[in-house]
């Protein structure tokens, strides 16, 4: 089973920027269509990113197109998501897994990064 490690949340004012990271234990990583998923308290985990297995092709929540870019290394078994122009309402515990939207399994979740943005 793959493991998934996500890190790179913090405490961030408003207009700030974070990357964060996803470091993924197996070398499936890189023929796996992978996705940045979000949970805010109170609400449903919602997909923020997707990308390709080779990282050519991207999708973005209309809530943060334009501000988040979703990329990978696929030597480093490690996916990124560079936030940019960040608002309150991106707060949420952010996780990586793969793009279940195209009807993959999904892998076991990990415990997630914090991303907190104070107005």
């Known amino acids: 089973q793959v493991q998934l490690v996500e890190s790179g949340g913090a405490l961030v004012q408003a207009g700030g920027s974070l990357r964060l990271s996803c470091e993924a234990s197996g070398s499936i990583f890189s023929i796996t269509a992978m996705g940045w998923y979000r949970q805010a308290p109170g609400k449903q985990r919602e997909v923020v990113a997707r990308i390709t297995s080779g990282g050519s092709i991207t999708h973005y929540a209309e809530s943060v197109k334009g501000r988040f870019t979703i990329s990978r290394d696929n030597a480093k078994n490690t996916l990124y998501l560079q936030m940019n122009s960040l608002k309150p309402e991106d707060t949420a515990v952010y996780y990586c897994?793969?793009?279940?939207?195209?009807?993959?399994?999904?892998?076991?979740w990990g415990q997630g990064t914090q991303v907190t943005v104070s107005s």
């Open positions: 897994n793969t793009d279940f939207l195209r009807g993959l399994a999904p892998w076991s």
